[in-house]
């Protein structure tokens, strides 16, 4: 069984960082793509940013230049550094992945519970 938790999320202000960690534990033969989607009230969950496992980046253009996302493929953790930050930043990040759990599977994506970041004065 395969877990994603995310961690680091809180209230900060505007300006301000923080880092988000996402720890992936349980059945894992490999894990290809990742990323970080966020959700504020009453709007869809977006993406944020994603990296392959090659550690090439994508980032949606609001968060360009202000967050960065990084991966430790020997610690099976994902961050999302995030500078700059503002009151629209504000909602859930969620991570998610896409696992191989055997040499026999196929992937698929799982998601963490979310962790709350608001930007707020």
């Known amino acids: 069984q395969v877990q994603l938790v995310e961690s680091g999320g809180g209230l900060v202000q505007p300006g301000g960082s923080l880092r988000l960690s996402c720890a992936v534990s349980?059945?894992?033969?490999?894990?290809?793509?990742m990323g970080w989607y966020r959700q504020a009230p009453g709007k869809q969950r977006e993406l944020v940013a994603a990296?392959?496992?090659?550690?090439?980046?994508n980032y949606a253009d609001s968060v360009k230049g202000r967050f960065t996302i990084s991966r430790d493929n020997a610690k099976n953790t994902l961050y999302l550094q995030m500078n700059s930050l503002k009151p629209e930043d504000t909602g859930v990040y969620y991570c998610?992945?896409?696992?191989?759990?055997?040499?026999?599977?196929?992937?698929?994506?799982?998601w963490g519970q979310g962790t709350q970041v608001t930007v707020s004065s």
């Open positions: 998610n992945a896409d696992i191989v759990a055997n040499r026999w599977s196929y992937p698929s994506g799982y």
């Open positions: 349980g059945s894992i033969f490999s894990i290809n793509a």
């Open positions: 990296i392959t496992n090659g550690g090439r980046t």
